[in-house]
């Protein structure tokens, strides 16, 4: 085989060989990384509701304590003890409110 044969060859052959490697980075891009982008949207979003799940019970907890504050205020003290009571041991009992370091100062912020 002379230079001149293996230099048609491979100027025969190098645009096929570019038209596999396309073809496998496509393939890798469909099979792999597409769906994990879909993965990774599915997480997102999950943690997205659990987030505002916890906003919701925080919201809650705060209304409670704005509902204490009148109870105080009005002298219904059993039931704002009552009510203190359910709050502590809301917050004990959620994971998510147990482990929120700051959480003691909303009581200060409104």
Do not use: W
């Not at 504050?69 to 009510?83: H, I, M, R, S, V």
């Amino acid at each position: 085989m002379q230079y001149h044969e293996l230099n048609q060859e491979l100027i025969t052959g190098l645009p096929l060989v570019k038209q596999l490697r396309d073809r496998i980075h496509d393939t890798k891009n469909n099979v792999v990384i597409n769906p994990m982008g879909v993965v990774q949207k599915h997480r997102q979003s999950n943690r997205l509701r659990k987030l505002d799940t916890l906003v919701d019970r925080i919201k809650d907890v705060n209304n409670s304590l704005k509902l204490i504050k009148t109870l105080n205020e009005t002298g219904d003290y059993t039931n704002a003890l009552q009510l203190i009571d359910t709050i502590s041991q809301v917050i004990n009992q959620e994971k998510e409110l147990s482990r929120l370091h700051c959480f003691k100062y909303v009581f200060v912020c409104n």
